[in-house]
């Protein structure tokens, strides 16, 4: 079935940064879809982390405001996300989505610790 693929998760220090790259079937113009990213804490509820609109409008939670960035190569037709000063709390799997059309990854690692 349809399905993206993360990548670029990884086991970083504090501070440290880390690009994700999502990557979608041929069939699937992410251009088409709002694309978000979305992550999951060992025991915890799914977090939202931002999104990105058609029209290259970017929204972020709070939580990660002025560390993390959206951003999309239409010609590769990847979104990626850049986290920069990561800190422990970030660990989580990481996953992207095409939010208004239900279509998920697999999700990629991050660990973050000294």
């Known amino acids: 079935q349809v399905r993206l693929v993360e990548s670029g998760g990884g086991l970083v220090q504090p501070g440290d940064s880390l690009r994700l790259s999502c990557a979608a079937p041929g069939t699937l113009i992410l251009a088409h879809y709002v694309t978000g990213w979305y992550r999951r804490a060992p025991g915890k509820e799914r977090e939202w982390i931002g999104n990105?609109?058609?029209?290259?409008?970017?929204h972020l939670a709070d939580t990660v405001k002025g560390r993390f960035s959206i951003t999309r190569d239409l010609a590769e037709n990847m979104v990626y996300l850049q986290m920069d000063d990561l800190k422990p709390d970030d660990t989580a799997v990481y996953y992207c989505t095409c939010i208004t059309a239900n279509i998920w990854g697999q999700g990629t690692q991050v660990s973050v610790s000294s």
């Open positions: 990105i609109t058609a029209d290259d409008t970017i």
